[in-house]
């Protein structure tokens, strides 16, 4: 079946300043930093004491996004990948595209206790392409396409000579085995893992020159499919795009937040640029990660917007009878400090009325108790659609939910 992710990108690259075209990726890759942690908290507590989810409970969470059809990418380890992918074929059929971490790095090693983290980020690999395509090593050419072709190969740079060549070293052997195997990658660029490497107003510059200086030595058959970096602001943001528009530009989530950081992030980084957002600790730890990432595609193909979405999700987990992490109040807290044109910035509050009352009738029409289902065979191929096409429908699905 052909991937949601494929036609997108070749929309991008066909129309650059005009494609609306939107990629969203949910990150479940978060047992290779987290270890136990990275499941989320289970809502079982013994004796006041927390726990998390277990790692079968993770997994039924990436099966459900998967058969819900939403995203169109799921990240995840190979271990998961090797399961859900090769083992149980829940991509066979589906238009999201599997992809898997194929780098480790120490700065996101994060073990309880550890301090690995602290020290400069070194990158390393415990994932084989072939184990991630196939299964096993020494795959024959047939097996290759079977299991996922596409991972997330991370790098930090903390202006320093050694660390950063080596760093860059790595990444080149990296991309020289992928080409040759057929295997596509998108890269992650982290800010540097040490204080006072860069100064703050220079930090997206920065990052933006050491991305450009990277990939000038690449050529198209090794260059990343698309880019997962932090969002530094407008300023940043619209200088990178307008330097290679064929650069497809990715924000990465990073910690829970708010509900509305997560949206904003989204919809503030599409205005000024982005096509991507990789979502994983913001729908990890949300009430409902699939009315969670249904808002999320409805703010990214422009249904609404960031400050009607949080308002709707509050009432769909109230019909749901799910308690909110915080009040709606506190969820319209904007927290990030990168909104401002410059990149930097201080926390600040939307009201809450700010068009609560559209996002009222939005989650007013939510009648079911049980949490969002599956997609059926019956509901429309989205694949097919253009980024118009989606727009009208969910802007007539609405209409005849509310009547206006």
């Known amino acids: 079946?052909?991937?949601?992710?494929?036609?997108?990108?070749?929309?991008?690259?066909?129309?650059?300043?005009?494609?609306k075209d939107f990629i969203l990726a949910d990150a479940k890759d978060a047992d290779m930093a987290f270890g136990m942690s990275a499941t989320g908290l289970s809502p079982e507590q013994h004796g006041g004491e927390l726990q998390h989810k277990t790692l079968g409970e993770y997994r039924q969470q990436i099966r459900e996004v998967i058969r819900q059809g939403i995203v169109d990418i799921v990240l995840m380890s190979t271990s998961t990948s090797d399961l859900l992918t090769l083992q149980e074929g829940l991509f066979d059929n589906s238009h999201v595209t599997p992809a898997t971490r194929a780098n480790d790095a120490t700065d996101v090693h994060l073990p309880r206790g550890g301090k690995i983290h602290t020290a400069p980020a070194h990158p390393f690999r415990t994932s084989a392409i072939d184990h991630m395509q196939c299964g096993h090593l020494d795959c024959d050419p047939a097996e290759r396409p079977r299991g996922s072709n596409l991972g997330l190969y991370s790098v930090t740079f903390n202006n320093d000579l050694k660390l950063d060549?080596?760093?860059?070293?790595?990444?080149?052997?990296?991309?020289?085995?992928?080409?040759?195997?057929?295997f596509r990658h998108f890269l992650e660029v982290f800010d540097p893992n040490l204080p006072g490497v860069i100064s703050s107003e220079l930090l997206g510059g920065f990052i933006n020159d050491l991305i450009a200086r990277t990939l000038a030595g690449v050529a198209q058959a090794g260059r990343p499919v698309f880019l997962k970096i932090v969002y530094h602001g407008p300023r940043a943001m619209e200088e990178l795009v307008r330097y290679d528009p064929h650069l497809v530009v990715g924000v990465l989530g990073g910690a829970a937040g708010t509900t509305y950081d997560a949206f904003k992030l989204l919809g503030e980084a599409q205005k000024y640029g982005a096509r991507a957002a990789l979502f994983g600790r913001k729908i990890n730890n949300a009430e409902n990660q699939l009315a969670f990432i249904e808002f999320l595609r409805l703010i990214a193909d422009g249904v609404l917007t960031p400050e009607e979405a949080v308002p709707a999700y509050h009432h769909v987990l109230e019909k749901l009878g799910v308690k909110p992490q915080r009040s709606l109040a506190d969820d319209m807290q904007l927290q990030t400090a990168v909104m401002s044109y410059g990149g930097g910035g201080t926390q600040v509050s939307v009201p809450v009325a700010v068009k609560a009352e559209s996002g009222k009738r939005i989650a007013d029409s939510q009648k079911t108790t049980e949490p969002p289902t599956p997609k059926t065979s019956t509901a429309p191929n989205f694949k097919t659609m253009s980024p118009q096409e989606r727009l009208e429908y969910h802007r007539n699905r609405l209409k005849k939910m509310f009547g206006s």
């Open 165 to 182: 060549l080596h760093t860059i070293e790595k990444y080149k052997e990296f991309r020289e085995e992928a080409e040759r195997k057929g």
């Open 1 to 19: 079946m052909q991937k949601t992710l494929d036609q997108k990108i070749a929309a991008i690259h066909a129309d650059p300043s005009g494609c």
